[in-house]
């Protein structure tokens, strides 16, 4: 790879950049929330945004409705094994980037370890958002993400507490039939 365009790169990304933490609500996830890293980049110029494209080796590269084009890297394999090693080998000079990405990556070990899986995690992935892009808009507050978390927690409790010995079958209109009381 060209060293300058590598680090013509590292430098657009460290003014114009954005590694990210999304929860999006989802019913057929076992949590509420499916938890994904972005890095994403939006520039009216398409050239740049392309450039990324192949040198990163994945994303996608879109127009938006407003004239600027916007590249994204979403895929959790894709940001390990492409996005985080480039930006590891060619770094950032601005301290907020530095930060925003060492907390990137601090989300990534623990999203690949499935500490997202847990409470716990998703309490410490919180925290750890709290802190990148200055706090950033964010589409769910930490007490929307927390509260559906807690009523799952809730639900999950209240279906664990069914006795093992009480079979019951759910058909589609939703009655409740005890296997045991039909033998």
Same mark, same amino acid.
């Given at each position: 790879? !060209? $060293?300058?365009?590598?680090?013509?790169?590292?430098?657009?990304?460290?003014?114009?950049?954005?590694?990210?933490? =999304?929860?999006?609500?989802? $019913? &057929?996830?076992?949590?509420?929330?499916?938890?994904?890293?972005?890095?994403? #980049?939006? $520039?009216?110029?398409?050239?740049? +945004?392309?450039?990324?494209? /192949?040198?990163?080796?994945?994303?996608? +590269?879109?127009?938006?409705? &407003?004239?600027?084009?916007?590249?994204?890297?979403? !895929?959790?394999?894709? #940001?390990?094994?492409?996005? %985080?090693?480039?930006?590891?080998?060619?770094?950032?000079?601005?301290? *907020?980037?530095?930060? &925003?990405?060492?907390?990137?990556?601090?989300?990534? @070990?623990? %999203?690949?370890?499935?500490?997202?899986?847990?409470?716990?995690?998703?309490? *410490? %992935?919180?925290? %750890? /958002?709290?802190?990148?892009? &200055?706090?950033?808009?964010?589409?769910?507050?930490? =007490?929307? #993400? +927390? =509260?559906?978390? $807690? @009523?799952?927690?809730?639900? #999950?409790?209240?279906?664990?507490?069914?006795?093992?010995?009480?079979?019951?079958? /759910?058909?589609?209109?939703?009655?409740?039939? !005890?296997?045991?009381? /039909?033998?």
């Amino acid at each position: 790879m !060209n $060293q300058y365009v590598a680090a013509y790169l590292a430098g657009f990304a460290d003014g114009e950049g954005s590694f990210n933490l =999304s929860f999006r609500p989802r $019913q &057929d996830y076992k949590s509420p929330w499916k938890i994904s890293l972005c890095f994403n #980049i939006s $520039q009216k110029d398409k050239v740049i +945004l392309a450039l990324y494209k /192949r040198v990163l080796g994945c994303g996608t +590269l879109r127009a938006r409705p &407003d004239g600027v084009w916007y590249y994204e890297v979403n !895929n959790f394999s894709a #940001i390990r094994e492409n996005v %985080i090693p480039f930006f590891k080998k060619y770094h950032f000079l601005s301290a *907020k980037k530095k930060r &925003d990405f060492a907390k990137f990556c601090e989300l990534a @070990e623990m %999203i690949h370890r499935g500490e997202h899986l847990t409470e716990e995690g998703i309490h *410490k %992935i919180l925290e %750890i /958002r709290r802190e990148m892009n &200055d706090g950033g808009k964010r589409k769910y507050s930490e =007490s929307e #993400i +927390l =509260s559906k978390l $807690q @009523e799952s927690s809730e639900t #999950i409790r209240r279906t664990s507490d069914l006795k093992k010995d009480d079979d019951i079958v /759910r058909s589609s209109e939703k009655s409740e039939v !005890n296997i045991n009381e /039909r033998s």
